[in-house]
């Protein structure tokens, strides 16, 4: 099946993943500005619990597949700044989720992992709108986006440990009957 | 192996886009920046240096340059050479001070005689800023016109002389002189942009970031320090100011303001409050906006059409004429002022 | 929730807190200062002056108030210093010239104010 490239089966399930992070992230822009008073960007990252489960069903090698399309959606949608801020936050996060699933640390769990990579997100969105703005003075919004990200990475965490098992069985069965 | 070779050729490619982003933000990292402010050529100076590897050392070199510009046309230091000039020696001076004096008589001849560089006798016997200014007599002020209508400056090859009873004040191009020198110095190094002030006159030298333009406040003739008749942005450029409002004195209910015309000896009554002027040159820019004040409004807008100079004109009755290159780049912010864009009339010679 | 998961929980919480303190110090506040030859001799910040009192700077008072601060009188021709009134705008600036004395209120962040004033 594997001859050194993806398979087609791979590509199909990447596509599908993307396509789920786009629909929970198209969601999202609809339903967040109904809450006030939140930092601009902020938002609760569903999609990230797609990513975060393929990382964690071992589903690394064609990760940034679905990154890569929330941002071109972000794109489409939203203009340039936001291609790059769901970019870099995309793989920022990305790459924390896939450090910590390679690793098996053993006291670390979907949470811990879910509020680093909520925070690496919101640190490589940080890093573009300084590339925007051109000021320092950002950095005074530092720590409400770790706050953010926490509380996010909680949640998003929450939801992959409790999907887990049944994505799990997703991925075999969607893999397994080839051959 | 196959296999592992992928793997890790798309590591390398996901370090590198990292790498790439890493690298644009670090490219475009607010920049460094230097500071300063004080006093120097008897009024409040301030430099603002940005870009460059080392806008911090540039510093010194742009405050000496004060300091150097007074010590040349600082009529209090006895040994400037407009003092030795005004005692009546033959100097060879340095260039820049050659131009100026050359500029001050392009507009003397210019605005015939009613802006005079040797308009010393004038601005002493007025003592305007000194705290003991009085009304002069006319028989006082007559002899001081009559001492500046007898005046003269000479300047032959690379050495300058006065008249006898010449008595020069370069106080209306000086702070403009200064800024000419410091854009040369500028011109040397690599600072991005800069922004320096000497008391009311500006320097832009270059641009903020991403090329966008300064902001430059023109003062409200009728507000205070803070009040602001509108926003000009601008880059690359000069910016002077000549105002009834800088320094006066009030005697017997009436106002007594700075600008004193050489052709009637009293401070000019042109129904001008200020008047603000860019150019692309220092000097230049200073002696207009003094120019200008002097010549009133007509004659003045025709003054700097014919120096390709813009400008800003107060007006008594609360109009500001705007020329027409300035249109697009002047917002006036302040309440109770009409604006009128000057086109300029096209006179056929 | 492991060990490890908290562990992360409260560094980063920790983290947020740390980065939170040295805004809270400098970001609020309407600093004034008064300077004598060009160099900071006080530092006010305008907004935590309850009453009012003057300070001595070489040929001059000046005057603090609640959030405001200028030239009270001076020795110099005119008092020029005083006719700048009372500073309240964060960037304006009040000097004496003779006495090389000036008071000026610091500017928020480049963005704010003019690169200039002309005059």
Redesign the interface.
């Known amino acids: 099946m594997k001859a050194g490239r993806l398979s087609v089966r791979q590509v199909a399930f990447y596509g599908i993943a993307g396509t789920v992070c786009i629909v929970l992230s198209a969601m999202e822009s609809i339903l967040v500005p109904v809450v006030p008073g939140l930092p601009p960007g902020a938002k609760p990252g569903l999609s990230n619990i797609v990513i975060m489960l393929m990382a964690a069903t071992g589903q690394t090698a064609g990760i940034f597949f679905p990154v890569l399309m929330k941002s071109v959606f972000a794109l489409l949608t939203r203009g340039a700044s936001a291609f790059l801020m769901s970019l870099s936050g995309g793989v920022f996060s990305a790459l924390v989720m896939m450090f910590f699933y390679r690793r098996h ?5 979907e ?2 992992i879910g ?2 990579s909520a ?1 690496a997100h919101n640190t490589g969105q940080l890093l573009v709108s300084f590339i925007y703005t051109q ?1 320092t ?1 950002l ?2 919004y ?3 986006l ?2 953010f ?2 509380a996010t990475g ?1 949640v998003t ?1 929450i939801f992959t440990a409790v999907l887990l098992p049944r994505a799990r069985q997703l991925a075999q069965n969607f893999f397994q009957s080839s051959e | 192996m196959d296999y592992r070779k992928r793997r890790i050729l798309k590591i390398l490619l996901f370090i590198a886009a990292i790498a790439a982003v890493l690298a644009a933000v670090l490219w475009n990292l607010p920049e460094r920046q230097a500071e ?4 120097a050529m ?3 100076i ?1 430099v ?1 240096l940005y870009g460059g590897k080392d806008p911090e050392a540039s510093l010194t070199p742009v405050i000496s340059l004060f300091s150097d510009t007074e010590q040349t046309i600082s009529r209090y230091d006895a040994d400037s050479d407009i003092s030795k000039l005004n005692r009546g020696e033959t100097l060879a001076p340095e260039e820049w001070f050659m131009t100026l004096l050359e500029k001050n008589l392009e507009i003397r001849e210019e605005t015939e005689g009613l802006f005079d560089p040797a308009c010393g006798p004038l601005v002493d016997l007025w003592n305007i ?4 200014e009085r009304v002069p007599e006319a028989s006082e002020i007559a002899d001081a016109l009559e001492q500046i209508s007898g005046s003269s400056i000479l300047i032959s090859g690379d050495t300058v002389s006065f008249g006898p009873g010449t008595i020069a004040d370069l106080g209306a191009s000086g702070k403009g002189a200064v800024l000419d020198r410091i854009r040369g110095y500028l011109e040397g190094t690599d600072l991005r942009g800069a ?1 320096v ?1 000497a008391g ?3 320097l ?1 030298y270059g641009s ?1 970031k991403g090329k966008r333009p ?6 409200d003739p009728d507000g ?3 009040d ?1 008749l509108g ?2 942005k601008l880059s690359g450029c000069f ?3 000549s ?1 009834d ?3 006066y ?1 009030t005697a017997g209910g009436k106002r007594y303001h700075h600008i004193l015309s050489a052709k009637d000896g009293c401070p000019a009554d042109t129904g001008l409050r ?1 008047v ?1 002027v860019v150019c692309e040159d220092g000097a230049l820019s200073d002696i207009l906006s003094t120019a200008v004040f002097l010549s009133g409004k007509e004659r003045g807008l025709r003054l700097l059409e014919a120096h390709q100079a813009e400008g800003v004109l107060v007006s008594d009755d609360g109009t500001v004429t705007v020329t027409q290159g300035l249109s697009s780049r002047f917002d006036l912010t302040a309440d109770g002022y009409t604006l009128k864009i000057y086109e300029g009339i096209h006179e056929t010679r | ?9 409260v560094s ?2 920790l ?3 740390l ?2 303190l040295p ?1 809270l110090l400098s ?1 609020s506040g309407r600093k004034a200062e008064i ?1 004598v ?2 160099k900071v001799t006080e530092s006010i910040d305008l907004l935590a002056v309850t009453g009012e009192y003057t300070i001595s700077v070489p040929g001059s008072e000046i005057l603090v108030r609640p959030g405001e601060i200028g030239y009270l009188c001076s020795d ?3 008092e ?1 210093c005083v006719r ?2 009372m ?1 309240s ?1 964060p960037g ?4 004496c ?1 003779p006495n ?1 004395t ?1 008071i ?1 209120i610091l500017a928020g ?3 704010d ?7």
Do not use: W
């Not at chain 2, 800023?129 to 003991?132: H, L, N």
């Not at chain 2, 300064?214 to 003062?219: D, E, G, L, S």
């Not at chain 3, 929730?1 to 929980?9: A, T």
């Open positions: 640390f053993r006291n670390i769990s949470t811990g509020i680093l925070c000021t003075a950095i005074a530092y720590p409400v770790l706050l990200g926490t909680l965490g | 300063s402010s004080g006093f008897d009024t409040l301030s603002k800023g000194s705290g003991s922004v002030s009311g006159s500006v832009l903020r300064f902001t430059v406040a023109v003062r205070g320090v803070s602001y926003i000009l910016v002077s100011t105002g409002y800088e320094r004195f200020s603000t | 929730m492991k060990r490890g998961d908290l562990v992360i929980l980063v919480l983290l947020a807190g980065l939170y805004l970001g300077l030859e060009g110099c021709p005119n020029d700048f009134g500073l705008r304006s600036t009040a000097s010239i090389h000036m000026r962040k480049d963005t104010g003019p690169d200039a004033v002309t005059y």
